[in-house]
């Protein structure tokens, strides 16, 4: 099965960039889908950007990115990455990577799952 290890995460100021990785088991060009998902204590998981693994790679972004984040691939180390820029608090979540055969307006609709990278952005 693809197993799934989030890193990356970590305190922040407002303003601040991160660069999460997710670090697949297996070749994600099998996969077909991956995304990124958060979720802050007290409030429902929402999903933040999905990209397909083969084809032109099309990425799909929740309108809470707001332009900020990068969802990207890099194939050589089956790594899976979301670049966040300009931090806001409202960021601070755990980030789950996630993959799943659905398409990328559902994030995928995951099958396999992160543990969670922890994401803290102070004021």
């Known amino acids: 099965q693809v197993r799934l290890v989030e890193s990356g995460g970590g305190s922040v100021q407002a303003g601040g960039s991160l660069r999460l990785s997710c670090a697949a088991s297996a070749d994600i060009h099998e996969i077909k889908c991956m995304a990124w998902f958060r979720q802050a204590p007290g409030k429902e998981r929402e999903g933040v950007a999905a990209?397909?693994?083969?084809?032109?790679?099309?990425?799909y972004y929740a309108d809470s990115g707001k332009g900020r984040f990068t969802i990207s691939l890099d194939n050589d180390e089956l790594t899976v990455y979301l670049q966040m820029n300009s931090l806001n608090p409202e960021d601070s979540a755990m980030y789950h990577c996630?993959?799943?055969?659905?398409?990328?307006?559902?994030?995928?609709?995951?099958?396999?799952w992160g543990q969670g990278t922890q994401v803290t952005v102070s004021s």
């Open positions: 996630a993959a799943g055969i659905g398409g990328i307006r559902d994030y995928c609709s995951p099958i396999f």
């Open positions: 990209i397909y693994t083969s084809g032109g790679r099309a990425t």
